[in-house]
């Protein structure tokens, strides 16, 4: 997995200093755009801001802009890292979770739950990727439950950093 750790960005997130941290991302993305860790972090805070945009009360920030980039990382990543598992993991994750903000729900919502198998499959043993995807099919039961507390085991390792991509994860996989 990345180190997820980018210290100029996570602090203008940690801020909410949404339209610097987006024009950091955005700057090093188009100067490197096969630097896959500037891909998942852009494609994540672009998808973050549209998610929680109403829980967070998230203003001065061109939505549209941020729906618009979110389709150009996305469209660039499943053209250029679909061979890649953290790349399957995340993007996989933000759309089977909200597969609107990439499209049609349904196709996408299929091509989500793919990618996160596919991610699986590439590294079966890897907690977060196999949790993510029997999480996004399977009701909970004992074996989620297990699979877990696995997670809970590499939280702080396989999230270091405190970006919102490190901060979601570490707060919604906190038991």
């Known amino acids: 997995m990345i180190d997820w750790r980018w210290p100029e960005v996570d602090s203008l997130e940690e801020q909410q200093r949404w339209n610097e941290a987006k024009s950091l991302l955005i700057k090093n993305w188009r100067e ?10 852009l494609g994540f805070l672009c998808w973050y801001i549209l998610v929680e945009e109403g829980p967070l009360a998230i203003k001065d920030v061109d939505f549209d802009e941020i729906q618009t980039v979110l389709n150009e990382v996305t469209h660039f990543g499943l053209a250029h890292f679909m061979t890649n598992e953290d790349f399957l993991w995340c993007f996989g994750y933000m759309i089977s979770l909200f597969p609107h903000y990439f499209g049609d729900d349904e196709f996408w919502e299929e091509k989500g739950i793919v990618m996160l ?8 043993d890897e ?4 949790y993510s995807y029997l999480g996004s099919f399977s009701k909970p039961d004992e074996k989620l439950e297990e699979e877990f507390y ?6 702080e ?3 270091q950093g405190e970006g919102v991509l490190s901060g979601y994860f570490k707060s919604v996989w906190h038991s």
């Open 150 to 155: 696995q997670v809970q085991a590499v939280l």
């Open 32 to 41: 490197n755009p096969n630097d896959l860790k500037a891909s998942i972090r």
């Open 117 to 124: 198998k596919h991610a699986y499959e590439r590294c079966p």
């Open 157 to 159: 390792e396989r999230f």
């Open 127 to 130: 907690p977060v990727y196999r």
